[in-house]
């Protein structure tokens, strides 16, 4: 096994974080805004993607837009580490292709969304945490339950003083549907878009496919991931009472039936176009990042081999 694959996959997705994490923050404040209300009953600091990028700018200064970047690297990093390495393992390895040698979509998901679940799970924590700190904002604009977190560090720190080891994992149940479907509906059509588009002779040029197939991906994922996004922002930034339970949900399932009561199947869908505008680029630039990051790679050994 090259673990090389695993490292790329890593580096590859803290890259593209470094230009997505702001589009990250306005979609978490969006996903918040309005939380267990009707639509109409609540006030909106953030109306539509373009006014709350100024909101944020506004109140929370330029640097608002990049909260939770720490904990947002080590979270892409652990996730695509196995995500992305698992993948590509299993791609190098016959393991996606069918009897005839074509890429198999259904194989492509499993692989994907395996790799995808093992990620969100290892790197819960820094999700939990980063999600905590996007959503902390200046009174005027804040939504959601506000934790007061100084930095990433101490945020973990304090976090496993009150709760244990269980409670830097609180959530982490929520992030397995996320993680499946998300991840298995990217991979899987970015390898299958790959093949097509390179079989098909329609775009064959190496880097040029792999951003293709990557848009392609980040709009079959976005359209998949939005629902249990949206759940998972919720349970992960919710207050605990003195017993340690949630203060609004007991679980992604009560969570799911209090926002359909409540706020409908709109709710459900909360900050999708900025969901969208983020995983669009951010799956483009990562799976992107990745096949250039293991072309060096391979062409780095054939040197060293001749």
């Known amino acids: 096994m090259d673990y090389s694959d695993y490292v790329i996959g890593g580096f590859a997705s803290v890259g593209a974080t470094l230009f997505t994490n702001p589009i990250e923050v306005i979609k978490t404040r969006i996903q918040l805004q309005g939380e267990l209300a009707a639509r109409g009953t609540y006030v909106e600091p953030y109306k539509g993607i373009v006014n709350a ?3 944020v700018a506004k109140n929370d200064g330029w640097s608002g837009l990049q909260k939770g970047l720490v ?6 990093f652990i996730l ?6 698992l993948y590509n393992t299993a ?46 904002a200046a009174k005027s604009i804040a939504v959601g339950y506000q934790h007061m977190h100084t930095g990433m560090f101490s945020a973990l720190v304090a976090t496993y003083s009150k709760r244990g080891i269980m409670g830097l994992w609180r959530g982490a149940q929520s992030n397995i ?4 479907l998300g991840s298995g509906a990217q991979i899987a059509t970015f390898g299958k878009m790959k093949s097509l588009l390179r079989d098909h002779d329609i775009i064959v040029h190496s880097t040029m496919n792999s951003f293709a197939a990557g848009a392609i991906a980040g709009s079959f994922m976005s359209l998949a991931i939005t629902p249990p996004d949206v759940i998972a922002t919720r349970l992960y930034n919710q207050g605990l009472d003195e017993h340690g339970k949630g203060l609004y949900y007991r679980g992604m399932w009560d969570c799911c039936v209090k926002i359909l009561k409540t706020e409908g199947i709109h709710g459900m869908y909360k900050g999708f176009w900025a969901n969208y505008l983020r995983i669009a680029p951010h799956s483009t630039l990562v799976l992107l990042f990745f096949d250039e990051l293991l072309i060096v790679r391979d062409e780095y050994k054939e040197k060293k081999i001749i």
Do not use: E, W
């Open 53 to 55: 990028f100024k909101a």
């Open 71 to 76: 904990p947002a690297l080590y979270f892409q």
């Open 80 to 85: 695509n580490f196995f995500r992305l390495g």
């Open 91 to 136: 791609m190098s390895k016959g393991l996606i292709h069918d009897k005839n040698g074509d890429v198999s979509f259904s194989r492509g998901v499993f692989f994907g969304a395996g790799g995808g679940v093992i990620g969100a799970m290892a790197s819960s924590p820094f999700f939990l945490i980063k999600t905590q700190l996007q959503s902390q």
């Open 177 to 180: 549907p996320r993680a499946a």
